[in-house]
């Protein structure tokens, strides 16, 4: 069961963070993504097609976001 308007946070986008939101909006979610501040320009335009919005950082991610999930090395 999808949450109305609810949206996900995740902060890291690397293979568990990409899978983590194409997951998630597979769902029904709506998936707010970030990385670090330098790959902001590569991400849009490399996932541009999927439906994620690709916001340029965590702060931004957070503001937006009901839940967040850190996906980002130990």
């Known amino acids: 069961m999808v949450v109305e308007n609810f949206e996900i946070g995740i902060i890291g986008a690397g293979d568990m963070g990409m899978l983590y939101a194409q997951r998630f909006q597979q769902a029904g ?12 320009t590569e991400l849009q335009s490399k996932h541009k097609d999927l439906g994620l919005n690709i916001l340029r950082d965590g702060y931004a991610v957070s503001r937006r976001s009901d839940l967040i999930i850190y996906s980002v090395p130990a």
């Open 29 to 40: 979610y709506v998936v707010n993504l970030c990385d670090t501040p330098e790959r902001h």
